[in-house]
C-alpha cells in the first residue's frame, strides 16, 4: 500500500488514492465543490489539502460542519493525521457554542485548525469577537446546505470579502437533482470548479465495494385500508369546498405536495386581494395538510402511529388556542367516527413491523457480527422498531437529533456521539436512526441499510446508501407498501438521483474553466466601495439579543460596519444607546402574537424598561396576514403607539431594518446619549406597582413573578433577605432564579 508523503501528514496514515490526490491537487488551485460519493473519504481530500496550504502558505484552517458529532469526528481524524511543525494541544481548537465566548476568541488566536458548527463562527464574526482575514482555507462540510439563510451562505461572502489569501473547499455527497440549487451552492459559496467522481469512474472502481438493492413489498391490512379510505374522503370534502369557492383542484388521488403548494399561491393571491374567500380556503388548506400527513402516516408507518397523530389532532382541536383546522378536523363526525375506531387497535398491524424481527434475525443468521442501520422518517416509529426489536431480543438503540419533540426526550449531542462509539465497537448491532443519521457520521463496517420507508429526496436517499458497503459488500433493503405513496417515493427518488447525475456531467462539463457566478468587482473598485462604507458606517454600537440571530438582521448590520454586541436581553429585539429598546416583529408574526400569545404585554413591558421603545413591523400588509376585521389591528396599533407610547415604524425587509437601526443608532450616538441609566421610568401608578419594578430587575424575572414573589414574601425587603430554600418554594422561582436574586442581593458593590 502507498501512503501520501507530505512534512504536514503524519506518516504511513494516509492511503494514496489516486481520485483523492487528483481532486486535492486541483482543488489547491480554485475554490472548489467536491462531489463523490459517501465512504469515498472527503474528509482524506480536506485533509491533502490542509496540509498543502498550511506548508505554503501558512495562516490557520477553518472546518465546518453542522453538527457537533461531525465536528468531533472530524477533530479526531485531524489530530491523527495532521502534523503541524511545534505542535501541542493549543494547535487544534473546536467551537461548538459550549465554550464561553472569551475562550474561544483565546483559543482562535492560537490555534493553527479550527474546527466549528458554522452558527458558532458566524455569532462569533457578527460581534466582531475575530475575524477571517488570515484564514489560509475555508472548508465546508455537506456544502449542499449552502442555500438560503443557512450560515455558509453569509460566512463564505464575508471570508471572500476579508481574507488575505482565500481558498475555500465545499464537501458533499449530494448537491440535489434541482440545476437550481446547485447553481446556487456555486453561486453562494463562489466556487470556480467542481470536481465529481462516480462509483463507476475508472480510478473509483478499485475502492468501491458492490451494493446490493432489494426491496420487500408487502399490503396493507383491512385496518389501515379502511382507515384510508375515511381519511380520503375528508380530504375529498375540503377538495370541493376549495373548487366551490373557485380555486384550482385536483383528485385526492393526484393530490401532491407540489399541487397543494400551487394551491396556496391562488390562496395567497386572493388574501393579498383582501378577498374574504382567501382567508376561509387558508384555513381548509391546512386541513389538506394535516389530512395528507395522516395518510402518509397509514400507508407507510402503521397503526399506532397514526393513532398516536389523531390523539394529537384531536387534543390540538379541543385546546383553547388550538387551530381552526384541528377544530373543524376533530368535529368532523368521519374523523371521530375513525378516532373511536382506532381505540381497538392494541397492537401494531402493520406488516413492516411484523415482519422486521424475523428479517434482521435471518441477516445475524447468515452473518453474526453484521452491523444494521434502520432508517425511519418519523421518531414514533423509530421507538416502535426499538421496542419490537427488543421485545424479539435482539440488541438494538435509537439514534435522533436533540430536541424533545412530544414530550419525547431526544439525544443530546454528546449522547449521540456515545451511542455511534458503542455501535461501532460492537455493543449493540441495530441502530434506529432518524434523518439526523444520514450525514457524515463515521459508522465504520455497517453491512445493512434498511429503509423502513422510501424517500422522495434524493439528498437523503444517497446519504441513507452511503452508509453500507464501505469496506466489502453493502445490502440496503427497502420496505415499500403496495399502491401507496411508498411506490411513489421510490420511484421519485430515483428519478431525481438520476436528475442530479445528468446535472453534475453537464456542470463537470466545465471544471477547467471558471463557472460562471457573479462577477467580482474590480479590486480598485473594491477597495473604494470599502472606504465609502468605512466612511458612511463608523461602527454604531447595538446590542442584539441572541434570539434574534436566526433572522438576517445582524448580518446586514454587520457587513455595514456595526459594532455588534450579543447578550439576552431582557425586554426587546435591539438596544441602542442609553434609551432605545427595540422590538421586531414580521407582519405575520405580529399579528400571530397579537391572537395568540401576549405581545401587548412583552410590549407594555419593554415601554416600562426604556424611554424610547420602537415597534418594527418588517414585510407586507398586516392586514393581509389572517382573517381579522381591520379595526381590530387598528385598535391593536393605537393602543401600542398611544396608550404604551411606542413608536411603530415599517420596513420592508432585513436589509432594510438593519439599515433603520443604524439610523437609530448613529443619531442617538451624535445625540450624545452614551452613559447608560437605569432603564426605567421613574413614575409609577401606585407604590405596588414601584414594588413590582424594583423585583422585575432582577435578571430572568419580570412582572409576573415579580408579583409572585411580593405576593409570597410581602415586602421588597422580605424578598431580598430571602434564603435561597425559601425562594424556590414560590411557584415558577427554580434553583436558578433563586440563586440569581441571593447572589445579587449580598454581592458587594464593585
Given amino acids: 500500500m502507498e501512503y501520501i508523503s507530505h ?24 475554490n472548489t465543490l467536491v462531489v463523490i460519493p459517501t465512504g469515498l473519504g472527503k474528509t482524506a481530500i480536506a485533509l491533502i489539502v490542509a496540509a498543502s496550504r498550511l506548508y505554503q502558505n501558512g495562516g490557520k484552517v477553518l472546518m465546518m460542519a453542522p453538527t457537533k458529532p461531525l465536528v468531533e469526528q472530524h477533530l479526531q481524524y485531524f489530530k491523527s493525521h495532521l502534523v503541524i511543525p511545534g505542535d501541542d494541544i493549543t494547535k487544534f481548537a473546536m467551537f461548538t457554542g459550549e465554550a464561553s465566548p472569551d475562550k474561544r476568541t483565546s483559543e482562535w488566536m492560537a490555534a493553527s485548525v479550527v474546527l466549528a458548527t458554522p452558527q458558532v463562527i ?37 471570508y471572500m470579502e476579508t481574507a488575505k489569501d482565500p481558498l475555500i473547499l465545499a464537501m458533499t455527497a449530494s448537491p440535489g437533482g434541482n440545476k437550481e440549487k446547485i447553481v446556487d451552492i456555486v453561486e453562494n459559496l463562489h466556487i470556480k470548479s467542481v470536481e465529481t467522481r462516480t462509483e463507476t469512474d475508472p480510478d473509483v472502481r478499485p475502492y468501491v465495494h458492490e451494493k446490493e438493492i432489494e426491496i420487500i413489498r408487502v399490503d396493507l391490512p383491512p385496518d389501515l385500508k379502511t382507515s384510508l379510505e375515511d381519511l380520503k374522503a375528508l380530504v375529498n370534502d375540503r377538495l370541493n369546498q ?16 407540489k399541487t397543494l403548494q400551487e394551491i396556496s399561491a391562488s390562496i395567497q393571491q386572493r388574501i393579498a386581494e383582501r378577498d374574504a374567500s382567501g382567508f376561509a380556503a387558508a384555513s381548509i388548506h391546512a386541513e389538506l395538510m394535516k389530512l395528507r400527513h395522516a395518510i402518509g402516516l397509514a400507508e407507510s408507518q402503521g397503526c399506532m402511529v397514526l393513532k398516536s397523530y389523531l390523539n394529537k389532532l384531536l387534543s390540538e382541536g379541543n385546546a383553547p388556542g388550538g387551530s381552526k383546522a384541528s377544530k373543524r378536523i376533530a368535529s368532523d363526525p368521519r374523523f371521530m367516527r375513525l378516532l373511536n375506531r382506532s381505540i381497538e387497535w392494541k397492537e401494531e398491524c402493520h406488516p413492516k413491523l411484523l415482519i422486521l424481527p424475523d428479517l434482521v434475525s435471518s441477516i445475524f443468521e447468515q452473518s453474526p457480527d453484521t452491523k444494521i442501520i434502520i432508517f425511519a ?54 441502530l434506529v436512526a432518524t434523518s439526523v443519521g444520514e450525514e457524515g457520521l463515521d459508522i465504520p463496517s455497517t453491512d445493512v441499510v434498511i429503509f423502513y420507508e422510501p424517500v422522495p429526496s434524493e439528498i437523503r436517499s444517497i446519504q441513507r446508501k452511503g452508509r453500507t458497503g464501505r469496506h466489502k459488500t453493502g445490502r440496503i433493503i427497502v420496505l415499500v407498501t403496495r399502491k401507496t405513496a411508498d411506490e411513489t417515493f421510490q420511484i421519485v427518488s430515483r428519478r431525481r438521483e438520476k436528475a442530479m447525475a445528468n446535472g453534475m456531467k453537464k456542470i463537470t462539463g466545465h471544471e477547467k ?12 473598485e473594491l477597495q473604494k466601495a470599502k472606504s465609502i462604507q468605512e466612511e458612511f458606517f463608523k461602527g454604531p454600537r447595538i446590542f442584539v439579543d441572541d434570539r434574534e440571530l436566526t433572522s438576517k438582521v445582524a448580518e446586514h448590520l454587520s457587513s455595514a460596519g456595526a459594532v455588534i454586541r450579543i447578550e439576552r436581553l431582557l425586554q426587546g429585539d435591539y438596544r441602542i444607546g442609553d434609551r432605545i429598546l427595540v422590538e421586531r416583529k414580521t407582519s405575520r408574526d405580529f399579528v400571530d402574537s397579537l391572537i395568540d400569545r401576549d405581545l401587548l404585554d412583552q410590549l407594555r413591558e419593554m415601554s416600562k424598561a426604556c424611554a424610547r421603545p420602537v415597534l418594527i413591523i418588517e414585510g407586507g400588509d398586516i392586514y393581509a396576514q389572517r382573517d381579522i376585521h381591520p379595526n381590530a389591528l387598528r385598535g391593536a396599533l393605537a393602543a401600542i403607539s398611544v396608550s404604551m407610547g411606542i413608536t411603530i415604524f415599517q420596513t420592508r425587509d432585513p436589509g432594510d431594518t438593519a439599515d433603520f437601526l443604524l439610523v437609530l443608532a448613529r443619531r442617538e450616538e451624535e445625540s450624545g446619549y452614551k452613559e447608560r441609566g437605569s432603564g426605567q421610568k421613574e413614575s409609577y401608578e401606585s407604590f405596588s406597582a414601584a414594588q413590582e419594578a424594583i423585583v422585575s430587575a432582577f435578571p430572568d424575572l419580570g412582572p409576573k413573578y415579580a408579583r409572585a414573589l411580593l405576593t409570597a414574601f410581602g415586602s421588597v425587603g422580605a424578598v431580598i433577605n430571602a434564603e435561597k430554600e425559601d425562594l424556590i418554594q414560590v411557584p415558577g422561582i427554580g434553583v436558578k432564579k433563586a440563586e440569581i436574586i441571593y447572589d445579587i442581593s449580598r454581592r458587594p458593590y464593585p
Fill in 513 to 524: 474553466q471558471p463557472l460562471q457566478t457573479a462577477l467580482p468587482l474590480d479590486p480598485e
Fill in 377 to 430: 422518517t418519523y421518531r414514533d416509529t423509530v421507538k416502535m422498531v426499538v421496542d419490537t426489536l427488543q421485545v424479539a431480543g435482539i440488541s438494538a438503540e435509537r439514534f435522533v437529533g436533540k430536541a424533545t419533540k412530544d414530550q419525547e426526550k431526544g439525544l443530546s449531542q454528546k449522547k449521540q456521539i456515545a451511542t455511534i462509539t458503542r455501535f461501532r465497537e460492537g455493543e449493540f448491532q441495530v
Fill in 122 to 158: 458566524k455569532n462569533d464574526i457578527i460581534a466582531g469577537r475575530y475575524d477571517l482575514s488570515d484564514i489560509s482555507l475555508l472548508i465546508v462540510d455537506e456544502g449542499h446546505r449552502a442555500v438560503g439563510n443557512y450560515a455558509y451562505v453569509f460566512l463564505a461572502n464575508r
Fill in 7 to 30: 512534512p504536514f501528514v503524519t506518516p504511513k496514515t494516509l492511503e494514496k488514492r489516486t481520485y483523492q490526490f487528483s481532486i486535492s491537487m486541483n482543488a489547491l488551485e480554485g
Fill in 242 to 257: 376549495l373548487k366551490q369557492a373557485g380555486f384550482p383542484v385536483t383528485s385526492e388521488a393526484s393530490l401532491s405536495m
